[in-house]
């Protein structure tokens, strides 16, 4: 039997730091307000001339580093996006030029912020397929660009940047489980409706959110989907070392870990310096914990995701 492995984990946020008190110059709200509602006292923003491509590369190429992985062993490129590059070709495809390769298969998916469970999840069954022996798979989000500056019930949550992992075939897990859902008649609770047709914006081009609906479906779900995955994988609460959710709130984050029974010390929560980076919150924080060394060898850490969609998953791995 084959599994795959993460063998290498990589991040980067643009430079361009937006705190609380600078969004309070520009929107009616405060630091105090989103610190108690969100846990979110920061956020990064990519350059004008940055795009996903450019936020992926630098932090693909730290996971290849640490993977020891050099970008033309690569077979597979997956990005999760939310915020292509451009409408076609995928953000994959351009990311795989500017690591210097080409050939193997290279696309993105979209599952917002819970594209990088999909990625992941998609990544895992090319290996367990055998039709791969080694996958990039990144997420990565312009995300900010999306957002209407004068609605404060969103745009103070999110924000820019890229995580990455590098996968590899394995006699032994690995990636023990994964489980995907979504629920497409829930859409219209968290989207950008609009579009680009015959050379012009159509519909309303910035993320509009049903602020309270999404915090409890994305509560419901992630307890849920845990269940789900530690059943399949046999493991129960007890046998998690660390719970990495998507980075959306702190107050989701806290309700997800409480309904599993863990207490905050098993929680991977870095929400607070970068706000809601869509398909890049979970490899931002999984990179995170294994560089300062609280995820080690023999950990179980469960990844989960969840957002619009709507849609939820979770990925359940042996270190
Ligand atoms: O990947 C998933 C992405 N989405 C999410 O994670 C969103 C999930 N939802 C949430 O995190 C919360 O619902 C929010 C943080 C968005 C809102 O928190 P809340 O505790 O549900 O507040 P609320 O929407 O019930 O609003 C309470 C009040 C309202 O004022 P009134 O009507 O009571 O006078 C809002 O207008 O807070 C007001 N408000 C703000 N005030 C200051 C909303 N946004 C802000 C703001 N600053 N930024």
Redesign the pocket.
Known sequence: MTYSRVVGTGAYLPEKVMTNDD?AKI????DE??AS??GIRARHIAADDQKASDLALPAAQRALEMAGVSATDLDLVIVATTTPDMAFPSTACILQAKLGTAGCPAFDVQA??TGFVYALATADMFIRAGQARTALVVGTETFTRLLDWSD???????GDGAGAVVLKASDEPGIVATRLHADGSQAGI?CVAGGVANGNVTGDPFVR?D??T??KL?VKALADVADEVLEAGGLTHADIDWFIP?Q??I??IESAARKLGLPMERVVACVARHG?T?AASIPLALDEAVRDGRIRPGHNVLLEG???GFTWGAALLRW
């Open positions: 969004l929107v009616e709200t405060s307000w989103i509602r969100t917002v912020c404060r019930g969103t745009c103070v949550l999110f968290l959110m602020g309270n999404v915090f994305a998507h959306a709130n107050r989701i809601n869509s969840v957002g619009g």
